[in-house]
């Protein structure tokens, strides 16, 4: 799933357009960002957005790895896919 400080029709528009599979969650009060630690400082240029930041969660629903994507999401996919795959292997 995907969660965004934007509405839940906005994010409803973007997943559409996007053509996602997965569920896009609204943040406005941005309460989810600060329990995972992905808001910017208030000074920060972009503080108005969260950090890029996917986590893996395991069967037990325990975060096993975090990736601070950023900007750079080249080989982001395939990178938690195999994370992914080793995690299910153990």
């Known amino acids: 799933m995907g969660i965004s400080y934007d509405d839940p029709d906005d994010n409803r528009g973007w997943s559409e357009m996007m053509d996602f599979e997965f569920p896009l969650l609204s943040d406005p009060d941005r309460e989810i960002a600060g329990l ?48 992914l795959r080793s995690l299910v292997e153990t």
Not at 37 to 65: C, E, K, N
């Open 36 to 83: 995972l630690d992905v808001r910017r400082p208030s000074a920060h240029p972009m503080a108005f957005l969260p950090r890029r930041v996917t986590y893996l969660i395991d069967p037990h629903g325990v975060i096993a790895r975090s990736y601070d994507v950023g900007r750079h999401i080249d080989g982001h996919g395939e990178e938690v896919l195999e994370d």
